[in-house]
T-cell receptor, first 115, second 116 residues
Framework: DAKTTQPNSMESNEEEPVHLPCNHS???????IHWYRQLPSQGPEYVIH???SNVNNRMASLAIAEDRKSSTLILHRATLRDAAVYYC????????????????FGTGTQLKVEL | GAGVSQSPRYKVAKRGQDVALRCDPI?????LFWYQQALGQGPEFLTY????????KSGLPSDRFFAERPEGSVSTLKIQRTQQEDSAVYLC??????????????FGDGTRLSIL
């Protein structure tokens, strides 16, 4: 499986935008880029995913580099509730059925949000 | 609507005891996954079910770990003769369909297992 690299931690002030980077230089053409986050004492929560084009939803935006070797999760206005570990994950969309498309988590980025 | 439910929320057992962890996925979800999360680490895949069929158990760390989903809904993860290294949070996730890679997985809040 292709690997992702994220900073161990980042800090932000409340109500400011946050840009969380992810490098995935060995990404294949069929890999989707997924982001999940995990709040303290909770299970991971899906945030957003994309393949080639930038994506927006109610939680965040995903900016994907033109060569797809990196991506950035953008939280437009961070709140204290956004303090969590953010995971960038690649999922292979080209495999035949039966594999289940399990998620392969790394150690993610711990986002700290301050007042 | 109801999300993925796991029970118990916390479990303490003595080394050598058997434990059973339950997962109630979102109703109608075909795919069910179990993950193990050690302290300070990301979750690691254990096993995958498509309905009642266990299609991938490559992540189970030993033959002491056993999972089942007999009717294609509720799943149980059983650990026999528990060891201290089994202490972790066990997470269950479900998704509506099989092997569609852009389908998000919906996670429960996990069972925190502590082996004394």
């Amino acid at each position: 499986d292709a690997k992702t690299t994220q900073p161990n931690s980042m800090e932000s002030n409340e109500e400011e935008p946050v840009h969380l980077p992810c490098n995935h230089s060995t990404i294949s053409g069929t890999d989707y880029i997924h982001w999940y986050r995990q709040l303290p004492s909770q299970g991971p929560e899906y945030v957003i995913h994309g393949l080639t084009s930038n994506v927006n939803n109610r939680m965040a935006s995903l900016a994907i580099a033109e060569d797809r070797k990196s991506s950035t999760l953008i939280l437009h206005r961070a709140t204290l509730r956004d303090a969590a570990v953010y995971y960038c994950i690649l999922r292979d969309g080209g495999r035949p059925t039966g594999g289940g498309n399990k998620l392969t988590f790394g150690t993610g980025t711990q986002l700290k949000v301050e007042l | 609507g109801a999300g993925v439910s796991q029970s118990p929320r916390y479990k303490v057992a003595k080394r050598g005891q058997d434990v059973a962890l339950r997962c109630d996925p979102i109703s109608g979800h075909v795919s069910l996954f179990w993950y193990q999360q050690a302290l300070g680490q990301g979750p690691e895949f254990l096993t995958y079910f498509q309905n009642e069929a266990q299609l991938d158990k490559s992540g189970l760390p030993s033959d002491r770990f056993f999972a089942e989903r007999p009717e294609g809904s509720v799943s149980t993860l059983k650990i026999q003769r528990t060891q201290q290294e089994d202490s972790a949070v066990y997470l269950c996730a479900s998704s509506p369909k099989d092997t569609v890679s852009n389908q998000p997985q919906h996670f429960g809040d996990g069972t925190r297992l502590s082996i004394l």
